[in-house]
């Protein structure tokens, strides 16, 4: 004689293997990673150099603007950032290694370092990062960069100079591709303009 098997027994079964095919969270959106794009930034010039040691401090910056995060102004005062992408380290740093690399290669001063490896120098290279984000005007996307620079001396923590630098770079099309793309010339453009401005202002002093 058979015997009859609770429904409650069955049901256990056939539940867990119904979860079994199926998830019950979505999957993680993938994260596309992107780096600052190098250009020429800074040809080496004919000009003499300059006998001095120059050290760039990262720049500070809000705490929207200063993670990973692509920041975007698609309308008005609302700021945000493109979904599934980040930068390949926080904004500020990209933008301090950028201007490393420029001042190096344009050979103008005597040596160029960061604050991280402690090193003396002549000059120290100060900023606060205002804007790095691009924004739309009219439906185009646009890269803005404003940053206000201090140049000061080291040797008696004096300001020698200051300046707030504003480049704007239309990009070439609403893909994402063509903003990151925006943002290196962008950086390209206030590298260029920076190191002719140290130079200026540290000859003159």
Sequence with gaps: MSRRVPIRYLALPILLG?????????????????????G???????APQ?????????????????????????????ISSYQGARWSDAAPTLLRDR?????????????????????????ALLSDLRAFQSEYVE???????????????????RILASRRFEIRQPSAGTQLENVVSAFGQASDELSRQLLAWTRQAAHSR
Excluded: Y
Aim: overall charge negative; aromatic content about 2%; proline content about 7%.
């Design 18 to 38: 119904l979860l079994s095919g199926c998830t019950l969270l979505p999957e993680a959106e993938p994260i596309r990673v992107f780096l600052l794009p190098t």
């Design 40 to 46: 020429d930034v800074a040809a080496a010039s004919s």
């Design 50 to 78: 300059l006998d001095r040691t120059l050290r760039i401090h990262t720049p500070q910056a809000s705490r929207v603007l200063a993670g990973p995060r692509i920041a975007v102004v698609p309308e008005g005062n609302q």
């Design 99 to 123: 201007l490393i690399e420029a001042f190096r290669q344009s050979g103008q001063l005597g040596a160029v370092s960061s604050e991280d490896g402690g090193l003396q120098a002549d000059l």
């Design 139 to 157: 439906g185009t996307p646009q890269v803005v960069i404003r940053l206000d620079a201090q140049l000061a001396s080291t040797a008696d923590q």
